[in-house]
C-alpha cells in the first residue's frame, strides 16, 4: 500500500480524542510526541471482525480460537525467523505485568538483576518494586549508537552476583535492533555466570526495511536460560487490550512460572483481549508494513532537517527516537524546553537515565504533517538560540 493511500485511509485526527497521548497534549497546549502508542486506526477488517463478535451478544465464557496458537507461531516463524511451541507459551495482561510476574517467579528477593542504560523506566521500577536489587551497566555510545559494555557486564556479573538480565529488543528508548553477534556474545556471558535472560520484545515488528530483527529465542543454544516477552500492543497500537505473551522454551522455567500464576490466580487469558492480536496477526501484515514505512520516512525527514544541529540515534526499530537538544536546551531538561519554546510534549531523556537531561525520546507513529510541524519548532528554537 502507498503512504499516502494509507495516510489517508488509516491515520486518525486524535485532537479532541480521550487518547491518553492526546489528552495530556491538549491540556498543555503541546503537540503529542510522548507516550508510545500509534495515531493509526487498526485495519478495517479487524475491526469489522470486533464489529461482529460485539454484535453477536454472546459475552459468556469464551474460549481462545482453536487457531489462536498457530496462527501466533505462523507469525513469528514468517517475520521474525524464530519457531514457537504451543507449550511454551503463557499470558499476562501486559508487558510490565509480565516483566513482575517473570520477576517475580525466576529470581528471588534481593537477587541483583542487570539493566543496560538509558532504559525504559519501567524496568528499573519493576526490579525495585519486587525487593530485588537493580545493577546498571551503562551503554556505550558512539556517532549515534548505542551498544553494550562486555567488559562492564563481565565484571557486574562476577562482583555482583547478578541472576538476571533484563533485556530490551528492540530497545526503548534507543531504537537498536542487536545484531546475532553482539547477542552471542552478550548470551554466552548469561551462560558463563549463570544469568537468566528476560527479553522484552514488544517492539519487534517495528522494524526498519533496511533491518532484520533477531529473536532472543532463535539464538537455540540459549534457550533454556532465555524468556521472551511478546505483544501486539505496539506493533497494531493495541494498549487498550491488556494481552501479552511469555513464551518460555526451559522446562524448569517454565514450571515456575507456572507455579507462580497459579499461586496468584493470573494464569487465564482474556479471550475477547486476545481478539484483536488474533485478527491482527491473520489480517494486519500490509497494514504492518505501511506504517514501517510511514515511521522509516518520518525519521528521515527529522534526520534531514535537524541531524547538522543535534545528534539522534539510528533509528532500527521501533517508532522512538532519541534526540539530544544540547546546546539548545534552555532549561534544565530537554523536555521542559520542548513544552515551553516548542509546544511540543517528549519523553525526558533523565526518566530513562542518569545524565540524559538534554535528551527526549519523540514518538515518530503519526502523520507526516506533524513531524513537520515539530520540526519546524525545533528549528525555530535553533534559530533564536543562535542569534
Given amino acids: 500500500m502507498k503512504t499516502s493511500a494509507f495516510l489517508k485511509k488509516y491515520y486518525i485526527d486524535r485532537s479532541n480524542a480521550q487518547s491518553t497521548k492526546w489528552a495530556r497534549g491538549r491540556k498543555m497546549n503541546c503537540l503529542p510526541m510522548w507516550v508510545a502508542d500509534m495515531d493509526f486506526r487498526c485495519d478495517e477488517r479487524v475491526s469489522k471482525a470486533l464489529k461482529d463478535f460485539i454484535a453477536a451478544g454472546d459475552y459468556g465464557y469464551t474460549n481462545l480460537p482453536e487457531d489462536y496458537y498457530q496462527v501466533f507461531i505462523s507469525w513469528h516463524e514468517k517475520r521474525n525467523h524464530v519457531h514457537y511451541q504451543q507449550d511454551w507459551i503463557r499470558f499476562t495482561r501486559g508487558a510490565v505485568n509480565a516483566m513482575y510476574q517473570a520477576v517475580h517467579s525466576l529470581t528471588e528477593e534481593k537477587d541483583a538483576i542487570m539493566i543496560n542504560t538509558p532504559l525504559y523506566p519501567p524496568f528499573k521500577a519493576t526490579i525495585e518494586r519486587c525487593g530485588r536489587k537493580v545493577v546498571e551497566s551503562p551503554l556505550k555510545y558512539e556517532n549515534g549508537y548505542f551498544t553494550f559494555d562486555y567488559k562492564d557486564i563481565e565484571k557486574k556479573f562476577k562482583t555482583k552476583n547478578v541472576k538476571m538480565l533484563m533485556l530490551c529488543s528492540p530497545h526503548n528508548p534507543l531504537g537498536r535492533v542487536w545484531k546475532k553477534g553482539e547477542l552471542e556474545e552478550l548470551f554466552e556471558l548469561c551462560s558463563r555466570y549463570s544469568v537468566l535472560v528476560l527479553s522484552d520484545e514488544v517492539h519487534s515488528d517495528i522494524i526498519m526495511p533496511d533491518q532484520d530483527f533477531v529473536s532472543a529465542l532463535s539464538l537455540k543454544k540459549y534457550q533454556k536460560q532465555t524468556v521472551s516477552i511478546i505483544a501486539a500492543s505496539k506493533s497494531f497500537s493495541l494498549a487498550v487490550f491488556s494481552h501479552c505473551h511469555v513464551v518460555i522454551p526451559g522446562k524448569k522455567l517454565r514450571d515456575r512460572f507456572i507455579r507462580y500464576q497459579q499461586e496468584n490466580n493470573t494464569a487465564s487469558a482474556n479471550a475477547f483481549n486476545a481478539l484483536p492480536t488474533y485478527y491482527n496477526y491473520i489480517y494486519g501484515e500490509e497494514w504492518l508494513d505501511a506504517v514501517n514505512n510511514v515511521i522509516f520516512d518520518n525519521y528521515h525527514y527529522l534526520k534531514q532537517k535537524l541531524g547538522d544541529y543535534m545528534e539522534m540515534t539510528n533509528l532500527e526499530g521501533s517508532y522512538l527516537l532519541f534526540l539530544n537538544l544540547g546546546s539548545y536546551n534552555t ?57
Avoid at 521542559?336 to 530513562?352: K, M, Q, R, T, Y
Fill in 331 to 387: 532549561c534544565k531538561s530537554a523536555a521542559d524546553c520542548l513544552v515551553e519554546e516548542c509546544h511540543i510534549l517528549a519523553n525526558p531523556g533523565e526518566s530513562f537515565g542518569k545524565g540524559y537531561e538534554n535528551w527526549v525520546r519523540l514518538n515518530l507513529a503519526t502523520s507526516p504533517d506533524n513531524v513537520k510541524t515539530a520540526v519546524d519548532s525545533i528549528l525555530k528554537l535553533i534559530r533564536t538560540k543562535k542569534k
